[in-house]
């Protein structure tokens, strides 16, 4: 198994600029998890999806942000204008279940920098 | 307020000698609690997780412990390696029958000398 899958690993970009992050699951698993995380504010759980349905999005900062889930295995993450405060590393993991017994398995992130 | 706090924040040992990192959490309800893994440049990788009514956990060197009552865990690792500088993260579940939230801590940042 592959694990789950992220891209691009690198992103710069101007502000104002659309930036779309890109997440394929785990196969056989149903629920995704977006996270951002920077040194000031460590971990941050964005949004996650159970069954393509979004389940919590408090966690979105603000409208800039969306995320989508076309079909059971991958998603999108859109930041659109994008901001130099977006700057950090955004994570997906991909698990079995929603409910917080289910292991949740990290891609390796994607590294943005708005200038 | 759901809170996790860890310490120390970071923390300077020699290759072979052992070491213990702390959990303080208000979360409820609480569903479990994990300690993850997270090299540098890498997503975090889980060690272990523990329910309500599991007072420790093992991964290898790696032991968790978790008290309940007093909300605390702490995660020992024994005979440290290089390989286990890291960032280690706290994250405890609240998950009720409708919802979930995953609250995370700020990390301890080891780092193993030879």
């Known amino acids: 198994d592959a694990g789950v899958i992220q891209s691009p690993r690198h992103e710069v970009t101007e502000m104002g600029q659309e930036v779309t992050l890109r997440c394929k699951l785990i196969?056989?698993?149903?629920?995704l998890f977006w996270y951002r995380q920077t040194m000031m504010r460590g971990l941050e759980l964005l949004i996650y999806?159970?069954?393509?349905?979004?389940?919590?999005d408090s966690g979105m900062p603000e409208d800039r942000f969306s995320a989508k889930m076309p079909n059971a295995s991958f998603s999108t993450l859109k930041i659109q204008p994008s901001e130099p405060r977006d700057s950090a590393v955004y994570f997906c993991?991909?698990?079995?279940?929603?409910?917080?017994?289910?292991?949740?398995?990290f891609g390796p992130g994607t590294r943005l920098t708005v200038t | 307020k759901n809170q996790v706090e860890q310490s120390p924040q970071s923390l300077i040992i020699l290759e072979g000698k052992n070491c213990t990192l702390q959990?303080?959490?208000?979360?409820?309800?609480?569903?479990?609690l994990r300690w993850y893994k997270q090299d540098t440049g890498r997503g975090p990788v889980s060690l272990t997780i523990?329910?309500?009514?599991?007072n420790t956990k093992s991964n290898g060197r790696y032991t968790a412990t978790l008290d309940a009552d007093t909300k605390q865990s702490s995660l020992h690792i024994t005979a440290s390696q290089l390989s286990d500088s890291a960032s280690y993260i706290c994250?405890?579940?609240?998950?009720?029958?409708?919802?979930?939230?995953?609250?995370f801590g700020q990390g301890t940042t080891l780092q193993v000398k030879p």
């Open positions: 993991a991909s698990s079995l279940g929603d409910r917080g017994t289910y292991e949740q398995y």
């Open positions: 959990c303080n959490y208000t979360v409820s309800p609480f569903s479990n």
């Open positions: 196969s056989g698993h149903n629920s």
């Open positions: 523990m329910t309500f009514s599991e």
């Open positions: 999806f159970n069954n393509n349905v979004p389940i919590d």
């Open positions: 994250v405890v579940s609240a998950f009720s029958s409708n919802t979930g939230k995953l609250i």
